[in-house]
Nanobody, 125 residues
Framework: QVQFVESGGGLAQPGGSLRLSCLAS????????IGWFRQAPGKEREGVSC????????YYRDSVKGRFTISRDSATQMVYLQMNNLKPEDTSVYYC??????????????????WGKGTLVNVSS
């Protein structure tokens, strides 16, 4: 079973940037799509972005379009989430996850298979 280790979270000021990293251990041919979801205390989980492992196609939730960029490095099995122009409402625990596919349904948790322990992103002045 694929396991994920996230890193790169921390404190950022509004308008600042952070880059999250996700290492997928235990190479598996089942890496259909990898993405990020976030969940803040007392709030529902929400998909942020995903990327197809095979063709690199991506999907983003509307609120992060133009600010966040997801990418992957197949050779090292790393997935990155570059987050620019951060806003206080981006504050959350971010989880790297394996999905069946990368599309609109993924943003609502469809096809979610497994995920890591998460990394905290705190956007505050």
């Amino acid at each position: 079973q694929v396991q994920f280790v996230e890193s790169g979270g921390g404190l950022a000021q509004p308008g600042g940037s952070l880059r999250l990293s996700c290492l997928a251990s235990r190479f598996s041919s089942d890496l259909d799509a990898i993405g990020w979801f976030r969940q803040a205390p007392g709030k529902e989980r929400e998909g942020v972005s995903c990327i197809s492992w095979r063709d690199g196609s991506t999907y983003y939730r509307d609120s992060v379009k133009g600010r966040f960029t997801i990418s992957r490095d197949s050779a090292t099995q790393m997935v990155y989430l570059q987050m620019n122009n951060l806003k206080p409402e981006d504050t959350s625990v971010y989880y790297c996850a394996l999905y069946d596919s990368c599309d609109r349904v993924t943003m609502y948790g469809g096809g979610l298979r497994t995920w890591g322990k998460g990394t905290l992103v705190n956007v505050s002045s």
